[in-house]
């Protein structure tokens, strides 16, 4: 078990916990159920104890639209089975549209330093009316897909907010991805209208995707119109040169807006689909349904960050990562939400405080590679910046470093919730993440997600405490995927998650629960090393090797060698580096006294990339394939497919 060697970080002030919305949401649980609540930790116990209550008191708080019906739960001992609100009706962008002020600020949006737009909840409603009217003219209606290639612009929230309005579902990517990533994705689910952007800015460069469109379009026969949003100012251009193509304003052109409508479907009626890596094999097409995520999302954002209607909501994200769904429903509690696109340090490494300055974000969602970049960079944000209104900072997509921890509150803000939280793709949300009424522990994410019977379970299915193991989930929540595109028999979906521990969600996070009461973990489990057989998790390894300055970020795999696997690091070093000796012993000696012995690896060999997803997670099993010699069997998934090569026939790896 981990012990705690020194004090917490931040705690939050009585006041502060006083004024949170979990205080009040205790004491209106208390005042409902005559139950005896005094802190998260009571409230998590009985979300689990009583989901249909808790899930009813979410509902609530989020004075969800649309009819409820009367059972809260049915067969809720089944996994996957379980159905919450199963005589509800409701329409998710219903909920997000709800009424505000006309001139309320809706969407704040930046390009890098090419772009900035202020878009108002009637210019929202607006736009999505005639996007509505424009795609019920499109054929689109209840069931059918949209999908769409674009960066996180206010249109792209719009069309997916008209696509929801009609009871279809939304499906996205961003447009850095290639022609094949597009298409196997998309290619599966058979959109009936395909939106795109005619390019995109990054790192101050123009880029078209106009070829890309003609090599994609023509084999998505599905799509009666391809819709081309401008960013470039060559939407009508673009859009001649494809079949069925057309500028977004001239596909609006034909309608005025008026009030949208909404068509109230079933509470897990499917409305988003999202894919997984697919560095295996052809991405899955995970279902979302529209309810399931509405309420999860709620009740992160409420509850777990403590946000309240006006604030100011911020990740940096693209359409082709699940934080971008988790960002827009922000809209649903009446928050603003901030946009945007391009690298988060183009023009200048500071460019994102200088837009949470600007706009006083209330929250800044990130990922653990960008906070690791700034340390590494030297910047003090704390010092430039006027950050009085960040009351939380969120940090997801890998583990956040013990180090990255202590920076946060050394160099941006001393009085700021950080929460390292994880989830996935496959729940659109969390299974861990922040209690803003509670401590915060360097390297430790601080909780379960209220309403998740999150365990750690041995080989065995035991449950651990003082051993890493298995991150599962005991008991069906809300936002499991309603099923997978093409996946009729759900044997697809069955072997993803229930295979291996009968009505469990095994969720391949190899994790460690803290004597704190959170959690680490310690990275994938399908890429845990396995040396002498003992189970060690990669991300123990990062947060000791990038602490060494010269390591600006680095990828660990086991190579089988003489019946057995020796664990071997990657480093990618800072310009003017070099891997000599005296530096590999530096880092054997940081990663022993930092983690242990059997952490250390038996090869460190300098590479000049590393391979990742395009959601900027790297990948150690396309890696550990090419190491040995195996196809990796869809690079397409990679944003920098041509890194592998640097790891093909290595010749410090043959002895």
């Known amino acids: 078990m981990v012990v705690a060697k020194e004090e917490a970080l931040w705690t939050p002030s009585a006041e502060r916990v006083a004024a949170s919305v979990v205080t009040a949401f205790i004491a209106k649980t208390n005042a409902r159920h005559g139950t005896d609540l005094h802190n998260f930790r009571d409230l998590h116990a009985w979300s689990i104890l009583r989901p249909d209550a808790f899930w009813e008191q979410v509902w609530d708080l989020g004075e969800v639209i649309g009819e409820r019906g009367e059972r809260a739960l049915a067969d809720g001992d089944r996994m996957p089975g379980a159905h919450f609100f199963p005589d509800a009706r409701l329409n998710y962008a219903e909920n997000l549209l709800r009424p505000r002020p006309r001139e309320a600020v809706a969407l704040i949006f930046r390009g890098e330093d090419k772009v900035r737009r202020q878009v108002s909840h009637g210019e929202l409603c607006d736009l999505v009316s005639r996007l509505q009217q424009a795609l019920r003219a499109a054929g689109v209606g209840v069931g059918d897909r949209v999908a769409a290639t674009l960066p996180n612009l206010p249109e792209t929230i719009a069309v997916m907010l008209a696509t929801a309005s009609l009871g279809a579902i939304f499906s996205s990517c961003s447009p850095d991805f290639g022609d094949r990533g597009i298409l196997d994705r998309f290619g599966q689910i058979e959109p009936k209208v395909y939106v795109a952007c005619d390019g995109y800015w990054y790192a101050g460069k123009r880029v078209s995707i106009a070829e890309k469109l003609k090599s994609v379009v023509p084999h998505l026969a599905s799509a009666a119109r391809t819709v081309i949003v401008p960013y470039l100012g060559e939407a009508e251009e673009v859009a001649s040169a494809l079949p069925n193509g057309v500028s977004l304003e001239a596909f609006i052109a034909p309608f005025a807006a008026a009030a949208p409508t909404f068509e109230r479907l079933p509470f897990n009626h499917p409305l988003f689909i999202l894919f997984s890596s697919g560095t295996t094999g052809v991405p899955k097409c995970i279902v979302h349904g529209a309810g399931n995520t509405l309420l999860q999302h709620i009740k992160e954002h409420r509850l777990h960050c403590d946000l309240s209607p006006g604030d100011r909501l911020f990740y940096f994200t693209t359409c082709g990562w699940m934080m971008w769904n988790w960002l827009v429903t922000g809209l649903a509690s009446g928050l603003t939400l901030c946009l945007f696109d391009g690298s988060p340090f183009a023009p200048s490494p500071s460019v994102l405080f200088d837009y949470a300055a600007e706009e006083r974000f209330a929250l800044f969602g990130t990922s653990a590679k960008y906070i690791d970049a700034l340390r590494k960079e030297g910047l003090k944000p704390g010092e430039t910046h006027d950050l009085s209104a960040l009351k939380a900072i969120t940090s997801t997509g890998s583990p956040l470093a013990p180090a990255d921890f202590a920076y946060v509150y050394e160099a941006i803000k001393a009085d700021v919730h950080l929460a390292s939280i994880s989830g996935g793709t496959d729940i659109v949300s969390c299974f861990v993440l922040g209690d803003p009424t509670a401590p915060v522990y360097k390297g430790e994410i601080q909780a379960p997600g209220l309403g998740m019977a999150v365990e750690v379970w041995s080989d065995e299915g035991q449950r651990v405490f003082g051993e890493r193991g298995e991150l599962v989930c005991t008991r069906p929540f809300p936002s499991m995927p309603v099923m997978f595109w093409n996946d009729p028999d759900g044997a697809k979906y069955h072997a993803a998650y229930f295979d291996r521990f009968p009505n469990v969600w095994c969720h391949g996070d190899f994790a460690e629960w803290t004597v704190h ?90 590479v000049n990339d590393i391979p990742r997803t395009r959601s900027g997670k790297i990948t150690e099993l396309a890696v550990r394939e090419v190491v040995h010699g195996r196809p990796v069997k869809n690079t397409e998934a990679l944003a920098n497919p041509e890194a592998l090569e640097l790891y093909r026939d290595l010749p410090d790896l043959a002895n």
Request: zero cysteines.
């Open 517 to 606: 009461g959170g959690i680490i973990i310690h990275g994938r489990s399908d890429a845990t090393l396995n040396p002498q057989g003992v189970r060690i998790g990669t991300a123990e390894i990062y947060a000791q090797a990038e602490q060494v300055p010269e390591i600006v970020e680095a990828i660990a795999i086991g190579q089988e060698w003489d019946n057995d696997v020796r664990v071997v690091l990657f480093v990618r070093l800072k310009a003017g580096a070099v891997l000599d000796e005296l530096l590999e012993k530096r880092i054997k000696t940081q990663i022993r006294t930092g983690a242990s012995p059997r952490h250390v690896p038996a090869k460190i060999i300098a």
